[in-house]
């Protein structure tokens, strides 16, 4: 009995060693299936770049088609910086899909880094890549080759026009729609003074218009009235007294009988008391709601005319005096509108021209308009034909603005020269000057520009700043060009003004030939003549 139990109990151990061990191999072997699944990658292009070059950094995922993947976002690649992440690239591959993600890295200062290991998920699992060591160059400029150039001092920068080009359009719609309206109406007005009737005739059109106006048929009696008194007021205003229409009617009576008394109308008694009569009835209807009968209203209109046209047979004509008076009056006048009308149209086209230099300052700027328009002598040298000429001897041929004149009163020449050509002056925006030593002299080229700089700082010349390169001119002859800036004062009264220099020296020891440049450094037009001249040189240097 105790055997069989230690042989049952022996290979019942057996046997469930067996099944963990069956059990323990197929989740090896599913484990390893998953991870074969799914694989991250992580690679870069290159590990050694130079300040501000890229790294480009790839991140490569194999899953099932069913597998949710995230990749990095952000700056998780620090100390370097994510320029730019692109877009995922997705290939299938059998039954799973390969998804590609490349990152844009940079680093701005030199030195050794680690682009840290990355975080991928799938699904719930992380998985981390490898990381990368980089190493970030200086750029390495040679100093020995470089150009240098002088520092140029602090520039004030104006503010920015800040009124949009749409307003100044805007304004000067308005300004002209403005002039436009005020001729119009001005001539409205000249036109509808030219066609107005003199006073007598239009009291005569304004009776006629009230025959034919039907309104005592229509038993409109206030209205009639209105209009006759009206017609005859609007007569006194313009031929007899000029405050007729706003003066009442016993007031209208006493000046015209106070005319009459001064013997400056010959009017008849009973034609002032029948307009007197008249104008009171009118008062009464149009006041007092009096309704006369339409025979009495008839006869009204009749005595209204014959009270005008008696009115203006009893006005003096007037005296050659007179007549002389208001000729001239008349002329004063004229000449006033005429001088008004000269007036208004400069004023229209200064508004015009102020509207477009407005709108040419906003959108092209100040200095594009001054160049332009109010103009710039050293564009207008720049743009102007040149001269090219040869001077001296070794000649020198160069093309300049103008001809330059030889120099005669000068003996030691800016170089001790034995030939000397100058354009302009010092105090000018630009200053040329050639200099040429026949051969056979001896010849020291360091002194020959001290002389130089001597003969500037005599002239006020100060704060002078030296720089030196070799030149070739375009048919191949070399020498050497030494410039720089410098800060100019003719006196102490005088500004001081910032210029630039550049001294052209050729042909050391079988010749020598020096061209002089200075001109003034905001001077931007001035710049470009120098060059054009530097490039225009041409000569023969027999030492080569």
Known sequence: MRKNFRQNGIFGTLRNSFSWFCLCMFFLLL?????????????????????????????????????????????????????????????????????TREYALTQFDSGSYTIPRQLVLINDREFRTDSF????????????????????????????????SWLWWLLGIIILGVVIYLLYRSRKKRKEAAKQLPPYERALFELKQLDDSHLLEQREIKEYYSQLSAAVRRYLDGDIYDHALESTTNELIAYLEAERDRGRLKLENTTIGRLKEILERADLAKFANSRPDVLTAKEDRSSVENVIKDTKASIPQPTEEELLRDREYRERLERKKKVKKIILGIVAVVILISAGAAYLISTRGFEYFTDTYIGNSSKEMLENEWISSEYG?????????????????????????????????????????INTRPAGEDFNLESAVEE??????????????TKQEEITTLNGAEGLKIFG?????????????SKEYSILNFGMGEGYQQVVMIYNEADKYADEIAQRITTSVELINKAN
């Not at 700056?75 to 390969?98: C, G, H, K, V, W």
């Not at 041929?397 to 120099?407: E, F, G, S």
């Open 393 to 433: 001897t070794p000649s020198v041929t160069i093309a300049t603005p103008d001809v330059l004149v030889r120099n005669i009163s000068d003996t030691s020449g800016m170089a001790a020269g034995k030939e000397t050509f100058n354009y302009g002056s010092l105090e000018s925006n630009l200053f040329v000057s």
């Open 31 to 99: 484990s390893t299936f998953n991870l074969h699944a799914q694989e991250v990658s992580a690679s870069v292009d290159t590990t050694t770049i130079k300040i501000g070059e890229q790294i480009t950094y790839e991140l490569s995922v194999e899953a099932a088609r069913e597998d949710l993947v995230v990749f990095p976002e952000g700056q998780t690649f620090s100390p370097l910086e994510m320029i730019e992440a692109y877009a995922i690239d997705t290939n299938e591959i059998s039954d799973r899909y390969r998804l």
């Open 452 to 465: 130089v700089y001597t003969y500037l700082e005599k002239r006020g010349a100060k704060n002078i700043i």
């Open 485 to 497: 800036t410098m800060t100019f004062q003719k006196n102490e009264k005088s500004q001081p003004v």
């Open 133 to 164: 060591s980089v190493v970030v160059n200086d750029v390495v400029v040679d100093t020995t080759k470089q150009k240098m150039f002088p520092i140029k001092p602090a520039v004030e920068v104006p503010p920015a026009f800040g009124i949009p």
